[in-house]
């Protein structure tokens, strides 16, 4: 069972080396945020009401476009091969994989979140509740998007035709997301009705999403 | 079984197609012209007046735009499992029949919504389910587009479209889960239909018409497509064996 460790951290160090494809993602999440305000106007009210939905929508989009390489580099240098002939499951490797890619951008944009919804005029408790909301949903971004990434590891300029194919598949996420990042701060909805179902999806993409993937890259690779 | 391996040969497929055609198009013409009648001499609805009517396009069209993907699902099924190139073609060719659908559906229950809820649009979860079946299939089309006839391309397809197929749950029961403003299941339901006679039955009806529309127009796609791929291939010879390709004999039937 070394070998998963083992992979954990290579994909780590290739994430922090090679494109640095989290601190990418921080600084694509940083640019959304704040191209929002040109768009709609920086009045305080509106920023409030509207922030987390505006951090989710710029986590997902980060999350989306940090993935369309996260099994193409393996598959072009032949990593992906060894992946199918080694002893391990294939689905291990690719939750493995997901983990390591989210621990690189996911936690990042976290991170970050709080002092972007501070420069959305957020409150302390709204503040907690995207923070809270981002950190159980992401991992689903990032295992649902998985799947686009395996279907699509052999395509030429995947990246658009991925988020075409991920992002309907998203949208539960986004709305129980956002439900309850905007109920943490007060609203007529209770906060953990929402994020219970929330924490539920990441669940059940975690269970569900690796045996996909790995089914994609299986079916794709012969 | 033995039914899907005999029929799952592109040729005697084209031979069923030719027999099965002139029916299935003939008993669509029948049904369609009966379901119009009806819905036109229905009663009006004693709420809605006469933009009831639209009824008899919307809901057929929503069944059509399920059924479509469910066809499609246990196609993608056949390519995985089976790796059949027919039920590649039958994969794609229902990608853009259910998109057609879905479109339908969409545009219809807007121009109903208008005068019934005074809105185009509201984000009601039957609504933006059918929104999210209508994306699903442009993906899946943009995977057709992308990866051209390759099998890789097929296999892509058919994985996203089983992934896909859990909206379709959603969306039948999205109604029952949420209670927003489209109205719940008034035809198949505990305790029978809600809607009176007179009205059930040309919806029925259009409904069925739809269905075989949706066949017969499948199975004139499937046609084209294995024609096209035939072509495609012979002019792939042609080139090879020196010929100028594409000459007009071998045009494929519309």
Redesign the interface.
């Known amino acids: 069972m070394s070998a998963l460790p083992a992979l954990f951290l290579r994909e780590w160090r290739v994430a922090r080396r090679i494109g640095g494809s989290g601190a990418m993602g921080v600084v694509f999440f940083l640019t959304l945020v704040a191209i929002v305000p040109f768009a709609v106007g920086p009045d305080p009210n509106l920023l409030a009401r509207i922030g987390p939905a505006i951090l989710w929508i710029a986590a997902l989009l980060a999350t989306l476009l940090c993935l369309d390489r996260l099994f193409q580099a393996d598959a072009e240098d032949g990593s992906l091969d060894l992946f199918h002939l080694a002893e391990t499951p294939l689905e291990l490797a690719v939750l493995v994989k997901c983990a390591a890619h989210w621990a690189a951008t996911g936690l990042p944009l976290i991170l970050a979140a709080p002092f972007l919804g501070l420069m959305l005029q957020q409150e302390r408790m709204a503040l907690v509740g995207v923070v809270a909301t981002l950190l159980v949903g992401t991992p689903a971004l990032t295992l649902i998007g998985a799947?686009?990434a395996a279907?699509?590891v052999?395509?030429r300029r995947?990246g658009l035709?991925m988020a075409?194919?991920v992002?309907?598949?998203t949208?539960p996420v986004l709305i129980f997301g956002v439900s309850a990042a905007e109920a943490a701060s007060g609203g007529t909805v209770p906060f953990y009705a929402p994020f219970a179902i929330l924490c539920a999806i990441t669940l059940a993409a975690l269970a569900l999403c690796p045996f996909?993937a790995a089914?994609?890259l299986r079916?794709?690779g012969e | 079984m033995s039914f899907l391996s005999t029929y799952a040969n592109p040729t005697r497929f084209l031979r069923f197609a030719e027999g099965a055609l002139p029916w299935l198009s003939g008993a669509t013409l029948l049904l369609l012209a009966i379901g119009l009648y009806g819905a036109f001499t229905a009663p009006p609805d004693y709420q809605q007046g006469e933009t009831v009517r639209i009824m008899y396009i919307h809901v057929p069209s929503a069944w059509i735009a399920i059924f479509a993907y469910v066809v499609m699902t246990s196609a993608s099924l056949g390519v995985l499992v089976w790796r059949h190139p027919l039920a590649d073609a039958a994969q794609k060719t229902a990608a853009n029949l259910g998109a057609a659908f879905t479109f339908i559906c969409l545009v219809t229950g807007s121009l109903w919504g208008k005068p019934m809820w005074g809105t185009f649009w509201v984000w009601d979860a039957r609504l933006t389910s059918m929104l999210v079946l209508f994306l699903l299939y442009l993906g899946l089309i943009a995977v057709r587009q992308t990866m051209d006839d390759t099998p890789r391309g097929a296999r892509i397809a058919a994985i996203m479209t089983l992934v896909g197929a859990i909206d379709i749950p959603i969306i039948k029961y999205s109604v029952d889960w949420w209670n927003t403003l489209h109205q719940p299941a008034s035809v198949f339901r505990i305790g029978g239909p809600s809607i009176s006679g007179s009205m059930l039955w040309p919806l029925i009806i259009m409904t069925l018409a739809g269905t075989l529309l949706f066949l017969t127009l499948h199975v004139m796609a499937i046609r084209n497509e294995i024609l096209r791929r035939r072509l495609a291939r012979l002019s792939m010879q042609a080139v090879r064996a020196g010929e100028p390709a594409g000459d007009e004999s071998m045009e494929p039937a519309k």
């Open positions: 799947i686009g279907a699509t052999t395509v995947g035709l075409l194919l992002l309907p598949l949208i996909a089914a994609a079916y794709l």
